[in-house]
């Protein structure tokens, strides 16, 4: 199958190009951004070597639902999505930190309360909590915006100290934070699931917040299913989700947690072609539609011209 795994345009205006773990963004105008999400995939900030056929579509479309979905609570970024793997919109000067918040115990808090750790980026979790439980309530936990390596925990004390964002600033993120995660759940409730945590980033023209990047998508968010979630706690099993968690799994039990002198196992066409599906399987989920898979005749070549048309256009 055809997957986009890197690109290589130039166009009329571009002034820069950069290229993400799962991201090729071009500089328009030093005003507009064209970004293509490809079909690359990461985890534990590594891009593996193989590129997985429609994620970058997935990954997109559901971004652009769900920033429509909550562009009353917040703007964002968006301008035009003139391609299932791209989308066009305005330059933000970005946060360096990333919002995370989480509704229940999951993930790397997990692992972190695993260890006997009872804070989370200065938030004090209590005690007899079992993996996948319900927080009291949903708490922020955020990163450092790593530009390269991994993103760091940090609490809120830290980045008011260190000036990495303003405490106006900072309040109205975490207001927004809040807001955004409410509608998500109120979203995932009606598709029969439940938003575990997710991450959001944000970006400043002036002094307007904007939203920015990817947001309740299975590789910034963790979903689990809603049907059976109370029995399967109960039982101490693990809880049914929907999320990238399965292509960490894989690779944690082939001997892969992104650490120096680790090997990514190798990727059989038959294991990306499981990683495309349940990729397919997330977005039908997590939207209630039907994914429509383009025509795969040359795919470079209908993105490139997807973003001349819509560059024209501005």
């Keep these: ?5 890197e690109t290589h345009f130039n166009f009329e205006g571009q002034t820069n190009y950069y290229k993400g773990k799962v991201r090729d963004v071009y500089t328009i105008k030093d005003k507009y951004l064209a970004m293509v999400v490809t079909d690359r995939i990461s985890a534990f900030d590594v891009v593996l070597p193989e590129a997985i056929p429609f994620k970058g579509q997935v990954l997109n479309q559901i971004a652009a639902k769900f920033l429509q979905a909550t562009s009353d609570i917040v703007p964002n970024w968006v301008i035009n999505v003139p391609d299932p793997s791209v989308t066009i919109g305005r330059i933000c000067e970005p946060f360096k930190v990333e919002m995370v918040i ?3 115990l999951a993930g790397h808090a997990a692992r972190e309360y695993a260890l006997g750790k009872r804070q989370v980026c200065g938030v004090t979790l209590p005690e ?3 993996e996948n439980d319900i927080l009291p309530e949903p708490i922020i936990t955020p990163t450092t915006k790593a530009s390269v390596g991994h993103d760091e ?3 809120r004390e830290e ?3 260190q000036g990495i964002v303003s405490e106006a600033d900072y309040n109205q993120l975490e207001n927004y934070t809040r807001q955004l995660f409410k509608r998500g759940t109120e979203i995932a409730a009606k598709q029969g699931l439940i938003l575990v945590d997710t991450k959001y980033e944000f970006g400043k023209v002036g ?3 904007y939203l920015i990047d990817e947001i309740h998508t299975p590789d910034s968010s963790r979903y689990f299913y809603s049907d059976g979630y109370a029995q399967r706690q109960e039982k101490g099993e693990p809880q049914k989700q929907l999320s990238k968690e399965f292509v960490r799994k894989w690779l944690i039990e082939n001997g892969f947690q992104g650490k120096d002198g680790q090997q990514v196992p190798v990727m059989t066409p038959e294991i990306v072609s499981s990683i495309s599906e349940r990729y397919i399987e997330l977005y039908e989920q997590i939207t209630g539609e039907e994914f429509v898979k383009p025509q795969l005749t040359d795919v470079l070549q209908r ?3 997807s973003i001349n ?3 024209a256009a501005l």
């Design 1 to 5: 199958m055809d997957a986009i795994k």
């Design 102 to 104: 989480r509704g229940y």
């Design 128 to 130: 007899g909590l079992n």
């Design 153 to 155: 925990d940090i609490s």
């Design 159 to 161: 980045i008011l100290k």
């Design 207 to 209: 002094d307007t917040i």
């Design 303 to 305: 993105v490139q011209n």
């Design 309 to 311: 048309n819509a560059l």
